[in-house]
């Protein structure tokens, strides 16, 4: 009795997944498998995929910088939220979560403004003698946007690990005369290993897939995998490629994440993915 | 708190239920109007000029708009094409309406509906993408040039298209992030008929355009805009009427129409497309259009050619005569316009031009 009850509540979230999920990824397989102009079946699009094997590395490699620098950045940040007061913290996490609170694409266009050559910086820089830099257009814009956009998802698994470390055993360690490098290194970050790989995998999964980032802040040499199956969809009038393009991408996110999890020996029950 | 929850949920039903009652309420005595049109392509009232649409729903007050806007025909086709959408009044270019008539995408129109096609004028109708007339009605015409701002950009090097591959303005050149004009460029530079289907000659222009893409900012549709306005960028091909609105913004911008070696000369006209549900709603607002008063203000505006003498009338005489608008007919001669191209061709070119954009 108990257990049909549970299955019943199961029962809106496996409608949905059907619906929104499963069924849509039959539909984007079977376009992959399609030419465009029969509908027949054809292997022609997976073929294809090999001219934008580049673009895919490009991607990757983009994205997983960008993982590593939020790690970084969003390790100390998580770490020290998670040992204020209580109070503090849910001030702190919640500073975290305001900007996730406005519209991704406008925070973006506001990075424009103030990085394009005669945006807020270059302005200023040339008014105080400085002279204009070349701010945006490079690969290093387009790592600051990724970053700038998905640190939040890095901070917030962290340090929901970090605050859950039972601090005795930190004490203990402290007490068995291990410095607090070696209580960080041998104890915290050993124990934190959860909170690392969904942080990088919350990062990573959405920048790899970015089309928006790379467009404005990127140069036209920075056109990533994301804007390659934009593209196809908006204006190459080739949905059947552009299909076949974003099956190869989830299944280099499943290989990615599960490399990552591997190599962190995390068995992937921890990781959350969303 | 579960009965909060479910108190919630009855909550969430009752307003999607009302919601619909509305929607059904609304198709009993307000029409609604599904208006899709290039961006920046209606007169929107701003600085005193006609609110088009405003003026519509007032004349018409059962007929609600619900205006949204593109930045290619291609973007436009694939919305349509997709299917599942509802939009009554659509303004592609020529040789998109070709397309779509082809593919039977398009509705007859009903000219009874329509008296204002009277005043189109007579070299206007019957064009070879609607060789009847049965589908379309002009809206704007208009050429595609060369913007510069004559501030940065030395008048001596203002000779042709070559501008767009000039070396001394590298990473201050715009380029259009659509591949039939992007093309149409290479084409006029190289001499070829832009209407080729030749895999080596269009090869050849991917070529063109890949070396041109070294000195590319940035490609580009509607962004275009602030790019020139705030001088982000100083050269950049696009549509004459936008010039002269980036014109209103920024006094050093200049257009160019490169005449030796040709340009594109562009109808962009109002059709029907099968999707529609309000046909004869969407005939009404073709027709208001179509109003030589309304065109002539809405030109005002847009900054595009009327195909409607009459409008001139009604229009600002500054802007009925202003030569980018309406250049002489000695270099109109020299403008080419698109045809339609088979799927399969125009396929082939988007995917020479997206290895242009990865190379």
Not at chain 1, 4 to 24: A, D, E, H
Not at chain 1, 86 to 94: G, I, N, R, T
Not at chain 2, 156 to 175: C, F, H, P, R
Request: glycine residues 6%; aromatic residues 12%; charged residues 15%.
């Amino acid at each position: 009795m108990k257990r049909n009850k549970t299955v019943l509540l199961s029962v809106p979230y496996i409608v949905w997944m059907v619906v929104f999920t499963l069924i849509p990824l039959g539909v984007v397989a079977y376009y992959a498998f399609t030419d465009p102009d029969t509908g027949a079946f054809t292997w022609s699009n997976i073929r294809e995929l090999g001219t934008f094997l580049p673009v895919f590395g490009e991607s990757v490699l983009y994205s997983v910088v960008s993982a590593l620098i939020c790690l970084l950045l969003g390790y100390p940040v998580a770490y020290y939220i998670a040992h204020r007061s209580p109070m503090v913290q849910k001030l702190l996490y919640m500073l975290v979560m305001l900007p996730m609170c406005m519209s991704f694409l406008l925070r973006t266009l506001a990075w424009v403004g103030l990085l394009q050559d005669t945006g807020i910086i270059n302005n200023t820089l040339d008014a105080i003698g400085i002279g204009r830099l070349k701010l945006i257009r490079t690969p290093g814009a387009v790592i600051l946007g990724m970053v700038y956009n998905y640190l939040p998802y890095m901070i917030l698994p962290l340090y929901a690990i970090l605050v859950k470390i039972d601090s005795r055993l930190i004490e203990a360690a402290e007490d068995l005369g291990c410095t607090p490098a070696q209580t960080f290194l041998k104890v915290t970050m050993p124990l934190s290993t959860p909170g690392i790989v969904s942080g990088m995998t919350m990062v990573f999964v959405p920048a790899v897939s970015t089309f928006y980032i790379s467009q404005k802040l990127g140069s036209p040499d920075t056109m990533l995998i994301g804007d390659v199956i934009e593209r196809m969809y908006k204006q190459g009038n080739n949905a059947n490629l552009g299909a076949a393009l974003s099956l190869l991408l989830m299944i280099l996110v499943f290989v990615c994440t599960g490399i990552m999890n591997k190599l962190t020996g995390s068995d992937g029950e921890d990781v959350v993915v969303v | 708190m579960k009965k909060i929850l479910s108190l919630l949920l009855a909550l969430i039903l009752i307003l999607g239920l009302t919601a619909c009652a509305e929607a059904d309420a609304a198709e009993g005595d307000k029409i609604t109007l599904n208006v899709y049109n290039w961006g920046q392509y209606i007169s929107d009232g701003s600085d005193g000029y006609l609110d088009v649409i405003a003026a519509f729903e007032e004349k018409y007050p059962n007929i609600h708009v619900n205006y949204s806007t593109y930045d290619s025909n291609e973007v436009m086709y694939t919305k349509i094409a997709g299917g599942g959408i509802t939009v009554d009044v659509i303004i592609p270019s020529d040789y998109m309406i070709a397309r779509m008539i082809d593919e039977n995408m398009l509705l007859e129109l009903n000219f009874d509906n329509i008296p204002n096609y009277a005043y189109i004028d007579e070299n206007f109708r019957n064009q070879t993408y609607d060789p009847e007339n049965k589908y379309s009605i002009p809206y704007t015409w208009g050429t595609v040039g060369i913007i510069y701002n004559a501030q940065y950009v030395d008048e001596a090097d203002v000779t042709g298209w070559e501008l767009l591959w000039n070396e001394k303005y590298a990473d201050k050149i715009l380029m259009f992030d659509n591949s039939r004009d992007a093309f149409g460029i290479a084409q006029y530079m190289l001499g070829y008929d832009v209407n080729t289907t030749d895999p080596a000659q269009l090869q050849a222009c991917a070529d063109l355009l890949a070396e041109q893409k070294p000195l590319v900012q940035q490609y580009v549709m509607d962004q275009i805009y602030d790019l020139m306005e705030n001088e982000e960028a100083w050269i950049a091909p696009y549509y004459s009427g936008d010039y002269l609105l980036m014109a209103d913004e920024n006094e050093n911008l200049e257009f160019y129409l490169p005449q030796e070696q040709g340009f594109n000369l562009f109808i962009d006209a109002m059709c029907i497309p099968t999707c529609c549900r309000e046909k004869e709603a969407a005939e009404l607002f073709v027709n208001f259009l179509c109003d030589p008063e309304i065109a002539g203000q809405n030109m005002d505006w847009i900054g595009y050619g009327t195909p409607l003498s009459a409008a001139k009338e009604y229009m600002d005489p500054e802007m009925a005569s202003d030569p980018v608008a309406y250049p002489e007919d000695s270099v109109l001669a020299h403008g080419t316009s698109f045809d339609y191209l088979p799927a399969s061709v125009s396929r082939y070119v988007e995917s020479l031009f997206l290895k242009v954009r990865l190379s």
